[in-house]
């Protein structure tokens, strides 16, 4: 014989007790800030956003006014002025061919490396590759001042001075580069997948074409645009082995501006607003693209 026990039963004011959870808090709700969370966010936004409307600001002013105690606050009339004066003394026109060139084949060539040589450290078995590993992790360590002077030196003998291969081939592969591809493919690639493929006849290289190029497609593209922004802002090693009135990148360029006793802080600044302006039409096109490469890679770690 078996006895069944039922609850007991819950009167209306029982249930009315019970505290009702918020939409937010229930299985598959929304997340809502609230006024202290946007109040946060706007300051951080204005905060980030400063530096470049002070550019834009100061870039729209002349030099005596930026001289003056307090500074300018608010646009003046001479941005437009002041951007063509930049862009004719700066020679910026050929600036930015020259540093598209050298970002886009830099990128480009750190990508497809640093997703192979990610791939091998990753999936592939063969000996010595945990220290390998660690050597490149170990490059990663050393400041890139200390580098400068040997491929000077390099670059010199190679006769390669005021040429953009001198920019191009120092920054075709990176250590951070295969690094991040690395840690990305472990978690994002399975297993099972290389050996259906290898089962299926396929070879080192179609499996790394047909594999894991798309596997490592969001990963692949975060890369490139770090890559790009890097190499874009990249001062000290152009500067070296670079020239004004030669084969000049941006950031070359806009160092020669305003070049005098007294230094023209606004025709600077205009320069500074022109070379920044590419990166942001960039990331405005792609930055969707970006951010959904970094969750997802997020997701799957």
Do not use: C
């Amino acid at each position: 014989m078996t006895t069944t026990v039922t609850p007991p039963e819950t009167s209306p004011a029982q249930q009315q007790k019970r505290p009702r959870l918020p939409k937010s808090a229930r299985a598959g709700g929304t997340l809502h800030g609230g006024p202290i969370a946007y109040v946060i966010l706007i300051v951080f936004t204005i905060v980030s956003l400063f530096p470049l409307i002070w550019t834009a600001i100061a870039a729209s002013r002349d030099n005596q006014r930026l001289a003056e105690n307090p500074p300018p606050f608010w646009f003046g009339s001479n941005l437009f002025k002041n951007l063509e004066i930049a862009w004719k003394d700066a020679n910026l026109g050929e600036a930015f061919l020259n540093t598209t060139i050298v970002s886009g084949i830099s990128a480009a060539t750190i990508v497809v490396l640093s997703t192979i040589a990610g791939f091998a450290f990753a999936k592939l078995r063969f000996k010595g590759r945990n220290a390998l590993m660690l050597i490149v992790i170990g490059t990663m360590m050393v400041p890139p001042q200390l580098s400068v002077i040997p491929l000077y030196m390099m670059v010199a003998k190679l006769d390669w001075t005021d040429q953009l291969q001198a920019v191009i081939f120092p920054s075709l592969v990176s250590a951070f580069g295969v690094f991040f591809m690395r840690q990305y493919l472990l978690q994002a690639l399975p297993d099972e997948v290389i050996e259906a493929a290898r089962v299926d006849g396929a070879s080192s290289w179609r499996v790394v074409w047909h594999v894991v190029f798309p596997a490592a497609r969001p990963a692949m593209a975060v890369l490139g645009m770090l890559t790009f922004v890097q190499t874009w802002n990249d001062f000290l090693w152009p500067f070296l082995v670079l020239t004004q009135t030669g084969n000049p990148t941006v950031q070359v360029a806009v160092a020669g501006l305003g070049r005098g006793y007294t230094p023209d802080q606004s025709l600077i600044m205009a320069g500074a607003l022109l070379g920044t302006l590419p990166l942001l039409l960039v990331f405005a096109i792609f930055g969707k693209q970006i951010v959904g490469g970094i969750m997802q890679g997020a997701v799957k770690g």
